[in-house]
């Protein structure tokens, strides 16, 4: 074989070799534009963050309920949960402007209530009751579940088809069947939750109860029943307290709340829980110390504050000298009666 042909091979192989190498190089860097852009599609940039703008259309019920997310209600068997979430979703099928007190932002005016507890003729009285201004046309965005099997594919479907401002689930003790000390498997079957919520960025609300005797202890997110693994995966925890002396009213409790001031989250918003079932917000807080069941300790201590208010004595010094946290907490037992 003659010196041209030997060197012509050599070329041609050489360029076969830089062409294979060019096209794996086009190939891998087709590869990582693929596995940037999917990743991408997974993450936010802190610059568009930054950049964006967050008015209060991002919470549903403003400032208390986020747009997106898992939260809970919590309370005593009864204190009037269901209610109070029931009328929350009435509320926002309606078309109402405010609920309990607070401004309502819903995009989609649509709600899902899963009951585990009362039945469709039951839960029809109930709304029947809590229906204030007989229109009973309004109310189509309310979607009932009571088939708790496959729970999850069906809450899917729902979002995927009409995408609900608010999923309510009632009761969390009845769909979780696992033990309940056990923080894992709380936070396992609470993320597929959270999951689907972020996926179509609405809202869960979970009802659960709180443990027995705990009316003796200040409203808490250590009330609910159960591990710290449910409340660590709630954005929001809410207890409501019936007041351990008026029974037409409640105390509405933020006990944890991850983007709201302290000040939500030290004293009660009152509310008033009518004969129909519903809700209205006196206005009033209380502190959450003051909520506890009576006890003849700290009857005698408002016994106390009393008598000090009527030698003259101002409603810092009485804080200051009975150990309230509070000159609110005072004014609350001065006038509670």
Not at 8 to 28: F, P, S, V
Not at 73 to 83: A, I, N, P, Q, T
Not at 222 to 245: C, T, W, Y
Request: proline fraction near 3%.
């Amino acid at each position: 074989m003659n010196k041209e042909l030997i060197e012509a091979l050599r070329i041609d192989t050489a360029n076969l070799e830089n062409g294979l190498k060019w096209q794996e190089q086009q190939e891998k860097m087709a590869e990582k534009e693929r596995l940037s852009a999917e990743y991408l599609t997974r993450v936010s940039s802190a610059n568009d963050m930054l950049t964006k703008v967050y008015t209060e259309e991002d919470t549903l019920l403003e400032p208390i309920l986020p747009r997106q997310g898992v939260v809970a209600l919590v309370g005593s068997s009864d204190s009037g949960k269901s209610s109070l979430l029931r009328g929350l979703a009435m509320a926002i099928v309606a078309g109402k402007k405010e609920y309990i007190g607070f401004r309502l932002h819903p995009r989609y005016r649509r709600a899902m209530y899963i009951s585990t507890e009362d039945d469709e003729a039951s839960l029809s009285r109930l709304m029947r009751m809590q229906i204030m201004d007989g229109d009973m046309g309004c109310y189509d965005g309310l979607h009932f579940v009571f088939d708790t099997d496959n729970l999850l594919e069906t809450i899917e479907l729902g979002m995927q088809s009409q995408t609900p401002d608010v999923v309510i689930i009632d009761t969390f003790a009845d769909l979780y069947t696992g033990p309940m000390n056990e923080n894992n498997r709380v936070r396992s079957f609470l993320n597929a939750f959270s999951q689907l919520a972020v996926k179509y960025n609405t809202l869960v609300v979970f009802l659960h109860h709180t443990g027995k005797r705990t009316e003796a202890l200040a409203p808490s997110k250590h009330n609910a029943i159960g591990s710290q693994g449910f409340e660590a995966k709630m954005r929001l925890v809410m207890e409501l307290r019936p007041d351990p002396e008026r029974h037409d009213i409640r105390h509405l409790c933020i006990v944890k709340g991850n983007y709201l001031p302290s000040e939500f989250k030290h004293d009660s918003f009152e509310l008033r829980f009518t004969s129909s079932l519903n809700f209205e917000a006196t206005g009033e807080r209380v502190p959450f110390n003051l909520l506890r069941e009576r006890n003849e300790e700290r009857d005698e201590k408002a016994e106390l504050a009393r008598a000090m208010r009527e030698e003259g004595k101002t409603l810092q010094q009485i804080a200051d000298e009975l150990g309230y946290k509070s000159v609110g907490s005072v004014h609350y037992v001065l006038n509670k009666n």
